[in-house]
């Protein structure tokens, strides 16, 4: 159930460039939430009305981490934020990643387009838990950025013992292209006795171009969270809605996760 919540910032840090990672303890949080699901902020009274959605990161005993990037005005408010300032969170909210019972011989692949990368190490938490001690299983993340100095969370998924592949726009570093293209490229060494699924997080097109990948391994499950436009977050103004083959779904109660098949 999600809760209004004050909380106190415990941590502020500059990442890099305009990425900024802040923490504030929560049992509450971190004892209900599941990965991929998302906090609302109020950021500010005056100038940004609206709330902010942005995923929990990770979560580290009680402190809730929230990964972001700079856009606007209600994010840079954000990234001022230091130890001690209280602001309101509603949360968790939305449905979050559905992570498969320990299954003998898994492959699971992360894909992460840029920011996309923040809902993925609260994931990739969970998934390592949940590795099967008996069988193969082996966790990849494919981490896409502009270039080299962008390429986010990378430490993290090594601590979790996640394969690491890297795709870069200009070639800075790894692989030259979309991180859509190092998927295929994956893929083309595809063993079809491991059973894949495939957790995405990033632009809308990257879902389209991943949709098309896949044509060729329908046996691949693939579950994709979207970053919509939002209103009120909690399923009362449509203000977040997408067209999907099951009708139209709210991004903030239906998803924000949902199975690649439908979008
Ligand atoms: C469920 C969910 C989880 C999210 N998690 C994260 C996260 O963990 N980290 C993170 O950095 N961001 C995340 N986002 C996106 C984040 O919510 C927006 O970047 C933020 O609301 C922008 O607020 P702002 O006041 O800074 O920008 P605004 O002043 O509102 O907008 C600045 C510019 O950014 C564009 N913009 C704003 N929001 C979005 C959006 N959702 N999609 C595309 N363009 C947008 C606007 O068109 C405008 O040009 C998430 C979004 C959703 C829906
Ligand atoms: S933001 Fe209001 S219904 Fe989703």
Redesign the pocket.
């Known amino acids: 159930m999600p809760k209004e919540l004050e909380v106190k910032i415990e941590f502020s840090k500059k990442i890099k460039n305009d990425v900024y990672l802040i923490g504030f303890k929560s049992a509450y949080i971190a004892s209900s939430a599941r990965c991929g699901q998302?906090l609302h902020l109020k950021v500010d009274d005056k100038i940004?009305i609206l709330r902010?959605?942005?995923?929990i990161?990770k979560i580290e005993k009680n402190l809730i981490y929230?990964?972001?990037?700079?856009?606007?005005?209600?994010?840079?408010l954000l990234s001022q934020c230091k130890k001690g300032d209280v602001f309101d969170a509603i949360g968790p909210l939305?449905n979050g990643f559905h992570v498969p019972r320990p299954t003998p011989n898994a492959q699971r692949i992360l894909v992460a387009g840029g920011?996309g990368v923040?809902?993925l190490v609260f994931l990739a938490e969970k998934l390592r838990e949940i590795r099967s001690p008996k069988s193969e299983t082996r966790n990849l993340i494919l981490l896409g950025a502009k270039s080299k100095k962008e390429v986010l969370a990378e430490s993290e998924f090594k601590k979790l013992g996640f394969e690491v592949h890297i795709a870069t726009d200009d070639g800075s570093r790894g692989f030259k292209g979309s991180v859509v293209e190092l998927l295929k490229e994956q893929l083309r060494t595809y063993n079809l006795e491991l059973r894949t699924n495939i957790y995405a997080c990033g632009p809308k097109e990257m879902f389209y171009e991943i949709k098309k990948v896949l044509e060729k391994y329908p046996q691949i499950q693939a579950q994709v969270s979207?970053?919509?436009?939002?209103g009120c977050g909690l399923g009362i103004c449509y203000g977040c809605a997408i067209e999907t083959k099951e009708g139209y779904k709210k991004?903030c109660k239906d998803g924000?996760v949902f199975d690649l098949k439908i979008i």
């Open positions: 998302f940004t902010r959605p942005l995923s990161h929230l990964l972001f990037r700079v856009r606007g005005r209600g994010t840079k939305g920011m923040a809902p979207f970053e919509q436009f939002m991004v924000p």
